[in-house]
């Protein structure tokens, strides 16, 4: 069991960065409330399709900025769209990077757009490193027998 502990300790501590590095806010904890015995594959599922979603989103961003005549409009739609995902899982990080590109969007200035895009991809690709080393981590008490201590 000391081994399952040292797995519980190593979630508390990655946890805590997570939020301290901003990474994650306080939406995160409040999906994992929501989790429970009746779902608990609730995070996992959420997490799960808000990987989906960018991974469109962010694909569809790349493309709408590559036209010759770019629709800011249509791109400050994804961008919404992208923010808003973000904002509900709490990945706080790729948050505030759409809330730049949208402004960008505004501006109709693609120069700005296709550098805050990489920054955006930047943001979101890292937060989902360490979502899922989060859910690896929880899986392997899980695994070895323990309980997953709900971070606050």
Do not use: W
Request: proline share 1%.
């Amino acid at each position: 069991m000391e081994f399952v502990g040292q797995l519980q300790r190593q979630l508390v501590q990655f946890s805590h960065s997570l939020f301290v590095e901003g990474f994650l806010d306080e939406q995160f904890q409040q999906l994992q409330k929501l989790q429970d015995e009746s779902n608990p594959d609730f995070v996992l599922e959420v997490v799960s399709l808000f990987f989906e979603d960018s991974e469109k989103l962010l694909n569809n961003l790349s493309i709408a900025l590559q036209q010759q005549i770019v629709d800011f409009k249509l791109v400050d739609s994804y961008v919404h769209q992208f923010k808003g995902s973000s904002s509900s899982i709490g990945a706080q990080r790729v948050k505030n990077m759409c809330v730049h590109l949208r402004s960008f969007c505004e501006e109709k200035n693609l120069e700005r757009c296709l550098m805050c895009l990489q920054q955006v991809k930047h943001e979101y690709y890292v937060v989902k490193n360490k979502l899922e080393t989060l859910l690896r981590l929880e899986r392997q008490i899980v695994e070895a027998g323990g309980t997953v201590p709900f971070i606050a």
